[in-house]
């Protein structure tokens, strides 16, 4: 079993649907990272979390320790939004451990 | 422009045959690694370095070596390759790696024939 899974692997929908991607890990961590992969490969850091919650734009980040899980929220999706997207957790101070990400794509 | 550079970007090379992988980064970070991304099997920690001279082993170190000689620079060394090594590379970097944002490399695409 994997330390860091997530769900679902492949998400589609329509834009402007509200889309959540979850982040289940089983190691005691530090911090957790949410990433996107854009289909070209590059990949950019979208949120640092070690506790509560974050937004940026149309996005926001929640992470509960207690449970180990961590949710990745995306409001009124575009088409510019599909990306594969990558949950990573920081398994001591610099040791980080990647989820197998999730692939979203968002429809005209 | 803050950034992480690696070079060269695509690469096909034969078994055996040495090649290095070059990074830079120009934000005068302390931390930097090097991933691998392979399908199905998504992103994995190969080495890592705090600092100038310090470097540790991540998760899949085997058949590869690193330096740091320099803080800007971390190439990634590959004494004799072999077609398992054949992935997408990515080097990143991070202020001082404790739980901070990492900014990541445009990727390496490797085929080892």
């Known amino acids: 079993k994997n330390e860091v899974e997530q769900s679902p692997q492949n998400l589609t929908a329509q834009e402007g649907e509200f889309i959540t991607i979850n982040c289940s890990y089983s190691v005691g961590i530090s911090a957790l990272h949410w990433l996107q992969q854009h289909p070209g490969g590059g990949i950019v850091s979208l949120f640092m979390l070690s506790s509560g919650k974050k937004k940026h734009g149309r996005l926001i980040a929640t992470i509960n320790i207690q449970e180990k899980h961590s949710s990745l929220h995306i409001t009124a999706s575009h088409p510019r939004d599909s990306a594969v997207y990558i949950c990573?957790?920081?398994?001591?101070?610099?040791?980080?451990?990647f989820g197998q990400g999730t692939r979203l794509t968002i429809n005209p | 422009e803050a950034q992480v550079t690696q070079n060269p970007r695509y690469l096909i090379t034969v078994t055996g045959k040495k090649l290095t992988v070059t990074c830079s980064q120009n934000m005068n970070h302390e931390y930097m690694s090097w991933y691998r991304q392979d399908p199905g099997l998504g992103l994995r920690q190969i080495y890592y370095?705090?600092?100038?001279?310090?470097?540790d082993k991540g998760d899949v170190p085997e058949g590869y070596k690193v330096s740091r000689k320099e803080k800007r620079n971390f190439p990634l060394i590959l004494e004799s390759p072999s077609p398992n090594q054949t992935s997408l590379y990515f080097c990143?970097?991070?202020?001082?790696?404790?739980?901070?944002?990492?900014?990541f490399g445009p990727g390496t695409r490797l085929l080892v024939l």
């Open positions: 990573a957790v920081y398994r001591g101070a610099q040791k980080l451990v």
């Open positions: 990143a970097s991070s202020l001082n790696g404790n739980q901070e944002t990492q900014y």
């Open positions: 370095s705090m600092n100038v001279e310090v470097t």
